[in-house]
Protein backbone atom coordinates (compact mmCIF):
# COMPACT_ATOMS: atom_id res chain seq x y z
CA UNK A 1 0.00 0.00 0.00
CA UNK A 2 1.32 3.24 -1.19
CA UNK A 3 1.36 6.37 1.66
CA UNK A 4 2.81 9.87 1.50
CA UNK A 5 2.76 11.12 5.13
CA UNK A 6 3.45 15.15 4.56
CA UNK A 7 4.93 16.81 8.24
CA UNK A 8 6.52 20.16 9.15
CA UNK A 9 3.50 22.64 8.40
CA UNK A 10 2.28 25.15 11.17
CA UNK A 11 1.72 28.25 12.05
CA UNK A 12 4.44 30.96 11.02
CA UNK A 13 4.61 34.70 10.89
CA UNK A 14 5.04 36.75 7.37
CA UNK A 15 8.28 36.51 6.34
CA UNK A 16 9.35 33.55 7.69
CA UNK A 17 10.56 29.91 6.93
CA UNK A 18 9.29 26.40 7.09
CA UNK A 19 10.04 23.27 5.89
CA UNK A 20 8.10 20.90 4.76
CA UNK A 21 8.42 16.67 4.43
CA UNK A 22 6.92 14.44 2.32
CA UNK A 23 7.90 10.28 3.55
CA UNK A 24 6.90 7.46 1.11
CA UNK A 25 6.59 3.97 1.88
CA UNK A 26 5.07 1.40 -0.38
CA UNK A 27 6.79 2.60 -3.47
CA UNK A 28 10.02 2.93 -5.24
CA UNK A 29 10.03 6.21 -5.07
CA UNK A 30 13.32 6.29 -7.15
CA UNK A 31 10.78 5.42 -10.00
CA UNK A 32 8.51 8.82 -9.11
CA UNK A 33 8.82 12.32 -9.79
CA UNK A 34 7.55 14.06 -6.86
CA UNK A 35 5.15 17.06 -6.89
CA UNK A 36 4.02 19.25 -4.21
CA UNK A 37 0.85 21.58 -4.67
CA UNK A 38 -1.24 23.08 -2.02
CA UNK A 39 -4.91 24.66 -2.04
CA UNK A 40 -6.41 27.39 -0.16
CA UNK A 41 -9.79 27.12 0.97
CA UNK A 42 -12.60 28.15 -2.08
CA UNK A 43 -10.11 27.70 -4.35
CA UNK A 44 -8.32 24.64 -6.41
CA UNK A 45 -5.18 22.78 -5.73
CA UNK A 46 -2.62 24.32 -7.84
CA UNK A 47 1.16 23.01 -8.68
CA UNK A 48 3.83 24.45 -6.24
CA UNK A 49 7.29 22.57 -7.34
CA UNK A 50 7.83 19.51 -8.90
CA UNK A 51 11.26 17.67 -8.77
CA UNK A 52 12.53 14.59 -11.63
CA UNK A 53 13.07 11.10 -10.20
CA UNK A 54 16.87 11.73 -10.06
CA UNK A 55 16.38 15.46 -8.63
CA UNK A 56 18.07 16.68 -11.37
CA UNK A 57 15.79 19.06 -12.78
CA UNK A 58 13.33 20.81 -11.01
CA UNK A 59 10.23 23.32 -12.03
CA UNK A 60 8.31 25.49 -10.03
CA UNK A 61 5.22 27.59 -10.45
CA UNK A 62 6.42 31.42 -10.97
CA UNK A 63 4.92 32.63 -7.75
CA UNK A 64 7.38 30.77 -5.92
CA UNK A 65 10.54 31.03 -7.73
CA UNK A 66 12.96 32.02 -5.60
CA UNK A 67 11.65 31.74 -2.67
CA UNK A 68 10.53 27.71 -2.44
CA UNK A 69 12.87 25.23 -3.11
CA UNK A 70 12.27 21.38 -3.67
CA UNK A 71 14.73 18.68 -3.10
CA UNK A 72 14.61 14.73 -2.40
CA UNK A 73 16.84 11.82 -1.12
CA UNK A 74 16.24 9.21 -2.27
CA UNK A 75 18.08 7.34 0.02
CA UNK A 76 15.21 7.99 2.63
CA UNK A 77 12.36 7.96 0.21
CA UNK A 78 11.62 11.80 1.10
CA UNK A 79 11.06 14.75 -0.77
CA UNK A 80 11.13 18.35 0.79
CA UNK A 81 9.81 21.70 0.46
CA UNK A 82 11.85 24.65 1.89
CA UNK A 83 9.48 27.77 2.09
CA UNK A 84 11.45 31.18 1.99
CA UNK A 85 10.24 34.39 2.59
CA UNK A 86 6.34 33.24 3.22
CA UNK A 87 3.67 35.46 2.89
CA UNK A 88 -0.02 35.24 3.84
CA UNK A 89 -0.96 34.28 0.64
CA UNK A 90 0.95 30.83 0.72
CA UNK A 91 -1.72 29.82 3.40
CA UNK A 92 -2.49 26.46 2.31
CA UNK A 93 -2.78 22.75 2.48
CA UNK A 94 0.22 21.42 1.07
CA UNK A 95 0.28 17.95 -0.35
CA UNK A 96 2.88 15.80 -1.63
CA UNK A 97 2.22 13.68 -5.06
CA UNK A 98 4.03 10.77 -7.07
CA UNK A 99 4.31 10.67 -10.43
CA UNK A 100 5.15 7.77 -12.43
CA UNK A 101 6.59 10.07 -15.55
CA UNK A 102 10.34 9.03 -16.67
CA UNK A 103 10.49 12.60 -18.08
CA UNK A 104 10.71 16.27 -15.85
CA UNK A 105 8.60 17.27 -13.37
CA UNK A 106 4.93 17.66 -14.62
CA UNK A 107 2.33 20.37 -13.18
CA UNK A 108 -1.54 18.84 -14.33
CA UNK A 109 -2.59 16.85 -10.96
CA UNK A 110 -4.47 14.60 -12.99
CA UNK A 111 -0.74 13.29 -14.12
CA UNK A 112 0.02 12.08 -10.50
CA UNK A 113 -1.14 8.73 -8.89
CA UNK A 114 -0.87 8.91 -5.40
CA UNK A 115 -1.01 11.49 -2.99
CA UNK A 116 -0.65 12.54 0.34
CA UNK A 117 -3.35 13.85 3.14
CA UNK A 118 -1.66 16.80 2.57
CA UNK A 119 -0.04 19.56 6.12
CA UNK A 120 -1.48 22.72 6.80
CA UNK A 121 0.68 25.68 6.40
CA UNK A 122 -0.84 29.24 7.89
CA UNK A 123 1.20 32.93 7.74
CA UNK A 124 0.03 35.39 9.73
CA UNK A 125 0.55 38.56 8.60
Known amino acids: QVQLVESGGGLVQAGGSLRLSCAAS????????MGWFRQAPGKEREFVAG????????YYADSMKGRFTISRDNTKNTVYLQMNSLKSEDTAVYYC??????????????????WGQGTQVTVSS
Open 51 to 58: ISRTGGST
Open 97 to 114: AADGNRGRPRVARDEYEY
Open 26 to 33: GLTFSSYA
